[in-house]
């Protein structure tokens, strides 16, 4: 009997339209987990770099994490990973709710989708009962809308339905998959769901899902149960407000964004909009909050409210979590009430939040700089609100200048010229980031925004403080309960950790202790998204019930095979050198690891150089940021190892590597 895990993926060919429902092997678990760990496995052994993103040969990989559908709380994460048509890498994109437990009571820990539907369809799932069904009365329909009428029309309530919107029919590069209370909507993968002809997913499981000692798993999840109340009880004193508790950040509940919106800069500006918060603001922003705001709301298994229906006046009831109720708004430097009316459509279309927001900026940058002119945009409205609308609605429809902007800020502006590039000005790996500028260089945050693959910072930092404490008995308190480090040295780094004048070098941390910090938070988040745990209930905030000393009794107990500390790290390193390897077999090299050039007001281009050089021989990469091969045999990754002295990637020394055989940048949209 296997534990935690079905043992079994649903493969669906869509060309074909056949179905085939396939056995896993046991020992790919052990070293690779589940959910991203088993995805890039998936997507190493079955598409080659030569595979473009819109390609049938493409997967695209809902993925249930190992933990998910046990009574592990919070556990609920889908991982979806295919190839990114906006950074032609590896995308992976969490999304939480119950769409990821459902199809483990389904009987499934994957759906892998390939090929190419000729025409619209989507795909039911009721446990061993399997079917393509025509979609074409969907085309059109809004993401969240497709999901009800899908449950009306099979006459079950209680499916989990992950459905696209117009902008994935229409293959926007930033498209998302909307699932009730939660989306997966980074890195595009909605126009490869939508490239692939598939409106929605629906599933229903009534099957079991088995641990492998039951008493035991069910006292651990106890334990974390009574230290999330703990810790709900007992803030974090000197942090933000919405980082003081657990969960996701709590943006849904909490209505001081003074810190947000004067010590950053948002959308596409390049300065901080000075005095723009002030009591009459913060009045407005909690009235449109507390009216709209109907209830807050979590995802399966879980005792915390991250989330929130909101209900515009006239408009749809919807869902909404975290920073997209900022994201429109600062965009246009607008009130909270604009922001939450447009990302209800935005929602329904089925687009990022962090991204959409930023495209449209720069658009209307472009067009006050006059490189973008009324004959590019005609029509377009004078009230500054209502230009906002007027891109998405041609965006999501890829009409006019819409269809430039649909591929994102970057392919849009080399295809726009006349010197646009200058203004896309806020992506890594040619992908918007969160959109946050800051003061003064941050070694531990220039290390995560160059090196993380998820290309998003929220999906990397957390765990380690954001910035020291002012006072060394503030810091002497918060390691006095600080379990959750996986060495002592890490509670010395911060007590040592003092602020710096804006002027001064930020020589600490070190770089060698900066490594540390770096790879402690990278790792948790690699576990978490192969386990299907929320990052808010362990890689993101401070202090969590879950880490790197309770996951593996959690995994022995659930399912069944020896785990540890070490092993675990070992296989964290693993899944994540192949998720690396992946995409350096697509091209990727140091010159695509760096920070916008104006994230940060004050660069240190030495110590930056620094850095990443010892970054990437902590990591046992090349000064390319190529694993070694010595690296990749070491972890078992062996067969990586050899396609790369195969392609020339690494030559016959450990530490070279031949940028004359890298795959050529793909420079077409």
């Known amino acids: ?126 446990d061993d009962k399997v079917e393509i069904r025509d979609a074409s009365h969907l085309h059109g329909k809004g993401a969240v809308e497709t999901q009800e009428l899908i449950r009306r029309e099979l006459k079950d309530p209680k499916l989990q339905v992950s459905a696209i919107g117009l902008a994935g029919e229409n293959r926007v590069f930033y498209a998302s998959i909307e699932q009730g209370r939660s989306s997966a909507s980074r890195l595009g993968i909605g126009a490869v769901m939508g490239d692939k002809g598939v409106k929605a997913i629906a599933v229903r499981g009534t099957k079991d899902v088995n641990v492998a000692r039951p008493a035991e798993f069910f006292e ?178 890829r009409e006019g200048i819409g269809d430039v902007l649909a591929n994102g800020t970057y392919w849009a502006a080399k295809e726009i010229g006349k010197g646009a590039e200058a203004f896309a000005h806020n992506n890594i790996k040619k992908h918007e980031q969160l959109p946050l500028k800051l003061s003064m260089l941050n070694p531990i945050y220039f290390l995560m925004y160059s090196t993380g693959e998820k290309i998003n910072i929220t999906q990397i930092e957390g765990q380690f403080p954001q910035a020291p404490f002012p006072k060394r008995e503030q810091r002497e308190e918060f390691v006095k309960d600080w379990i959750q480090v996986p060495d002592e040295k890490f509670k010395q780094y911060f007590l040592d950790w003092e602020l710096r004048g804006e002027n001064s070098i930020p020589y600490y941390p070190t770089p060698e202790m900066t490594c540390d910090i770096v790879d402690w938070q990278e790792r948790m988040h690699y576990i978490d998204d192969a386990l299907g745990m929320c990052a808010g209930l362990s890689s993101f905030p401070l202090k969590p019930p879950y880490h790197i000393h309770n996951y593996p009794k959690f995994i022995s107990a659930g399912a069944g095979f020896d785990m540890d500390e070490d092993r675990l790290t070992q296989a964290a390193k693993r899944y994540r ?26 660069r240190f281009p030495e110590l930056e150089k620094e850095l990443l050089d010892t970054y990437y021989e902590y990591k046992g990469w090349n000064n390319d940021g190529i694993p070694t091969a010595a690296t990749l045999k070491e972890q078992g990754l062996g067969y990586v190892a050899e396609d790369f002295l195969k392609r020339g990637i690494l030559t016959g020394g450990d530490d070279e590597a031949s940028s004359e055989t890298a795959p050529a940048e793909q420079e077409t949209a």
């Open 577 to 602: 050198n192949l998720v690396r390897a992946i995409n350096i077999r697509r091209g990727m090299r140091r010159k695509d690891e760096a920070p916008p050039a104006n994230h940060w007001k004050k």
């Open 220 to 397: 651990l999840c106890q334990e974390v149960l009574k230290y999330i109340q703990h810790r709900e009880k007992n803030p974090i004193p000197g942090v933000m407000p919405i980082l003081a508790g657990l969960g996701s950040p709590q943006e849904m509940k909490v209505h001081d964004e003074k810190w947000h919106t004067e010590n950053f800069m948002w959308g596409n500006s390049r300065e901080r909009k000075k005095g723009f918060w002030n009591d009459e603001i913060a009045e407005s922003w909690t009235a449109a909050m507390e009216s709209m705001r109907t209830r807050l709301i979590s995802c399966y298994n879980c005792p915390l409210k991250c989330g929130a229906t909101i209900s515009p006046p006239g408009q749809p009831t919807y869902m909404m979590k975290c920073f997209s109720k900022l994201t429109y708004t600062m965009a246009a430097h607008s009130d909270l009430d604009f922001g939450l009316r447009i990302a209800q459509k935005a929602t329904e279309y089925g687009v990022d939040g962090f991204s959409t927001p930023q495209v449209m900026a720069f658009a209307l940058e472009l067009y006050e700089d006059g490189i973008l002119t009324n004959e590019d945009m005609p029509g377009l409205p004078s009230d500054n609100e209502e230009r906002f609308h007027w891109l998405l609605d041609r965006i999501v429809r």
């Open 1 to 126: 009997m296997r534990y935690a895990e079905t043992g079994f993926n649903l493969e669906i060919d869509l060309t074909r339209g056949n179905i085939e429902r396939v056995e896993t092997d046991p020992k790919e678990t052990e070293l690779y987990l589940g959910g991203l760990g088993t995805n890039a496995k998936l997507l190493w052994d079955r598409v080659p770099p030569e595979v473009e993103p819109f390609s049938p040969e493409n997967l695209l990989i809902f993925g249930a994490g190992l933990l998910c559908g046990t009574p592990a709380i919070g556990c609920n994460r889908t991982i979806v990973s295919t190839i990114s048509p906006q950074t032609r890498l590896m995308a992976f994109s969490m999304m939480g709710g119950f769409w990821a437990p459902e199809l483990k009571h389904a009987g499934y820990d994957k759906v892998v989708l390939r090929g190419k539907s000729p025409d619209l369809v989507y795909i039911h799932i009721h």
